[in-house]
T-cell receptor, first 112, second 114 residues
Framework: EAQVTQNPRYLITVTGKKLTVTCSQN?????MSWYRQDPGLGLRQIYYSMNVEVTDKGDVPEGYKVSRKEKRNFPLILESPSPNQTSLYFC???????????FGPGTRLTVT | AQSVTQLGSHVSVSEGALVLLRCNYS??????LFWYVQYPNQGLQLLLKYTTGATLVKGINGFEAEFKKSETSFHLTKPSAHMSDAAEYFCAVSYPLTGNQFYFGTGTSLTVIP
């Protein structure tokens, strides 16, 4: 089954404790992206990657890091999480020449 | 800055009534336009998209949308609402020159009343 998977689905952590949210897709998509969803703000793009070893900032990259060492994986790293990063995070992927993004199920992160 | 405006954060319609969800964009360059649906506790699913060609586009589940350049709008409609249409709907844009950045509206929550 073609899908985007994220782990963990739920995470509660404390301020300053480094964490990684994994994202993996099995569709051989070139493009992958991370978004955060907050009430009243919709989805905002954090980072995106057009292919292996190519990453670019989206609208809200501060406080986040990403890497794309393999085509199928695009982890989101929070080196020192803060409470304002409490949010619902979505990973998405698409083929390079397509406009249709496929979204993962989301990761709900709470930073206390 | 690119922006997408969805008028009405909450819309309620009766089952069988017309669904109209509004989306306007602000840019001088016509964008690519998308509507996504999000069911509770799920990721987003593409309903329909406009890139080029016919301005009236049909999507899944009986939804359609019309790109009106003069009004900078891309409103989503469905002639007859079903209970299963209750969800959050997001309008999004990207631009031909920066096609890998996507900008989403704040979302409209649709309630369908039996």
């Amino acid at each position: 089954e073609a899908q985007v998977t994220q782990n963990p689905r739920y995470l509660i952590t404390v301020t300053g404790k480094k964490l990684t949210v994994t994202c993996s897709q099995n569709m051989n998509h070139e493009y992958m992206s991370w978004y955060r969803q907050d009430p009243g703000l919709g989805l905002r793009q954090i980072y995106y990657s057009m292919n292996v070893e190519v990453t670019d900032k989206g609208d809200v990259p501060e406080g986040y890091k990403v890497s794309r060492k393999e085509k199928r994986n695009f982890p989101l790293i929070l080196e020192s999480p803060s409470p304002n990063q409490t949010s619902l995070y979505f990973c998405a992927s698409k083929a390079g020449n397509s406009y249709e993004q496929y979204f993962g199920p989301g990761t709900r992160l709470t930073v206390t | 800055a690119q922006s997408v405006t969805q008028l009405g954060s909450h819309v309620s319609v009766s089952e069988g009534a017309l669904v109209l969800l509004r989306c306007n964009y602000s840019s001088s360059v016509p964008p690519y336009l998308f509507w996504y649906v999000q069911y509770p506790n799920q990721g987003l699913q593409l309903l329909l998209k406009y890139t080029t060609g016919a301005t009236l586009v049909k999507g899944i589940n009986g939804f359609e949308a019309e790109f009106k350049k003069s009004e900078t709008s891309f409103h989503l409609t469905k002639p007859s609402a079903h209970m299963s249409d209750a969800a959050e709907y997001f309008c999004a844009v990207s631009y031909p020159l920066t096609g890998n950045q996507f900008y989403f509206g704040t979302g409209t929550s649709l309630t369908v009343i039996p």
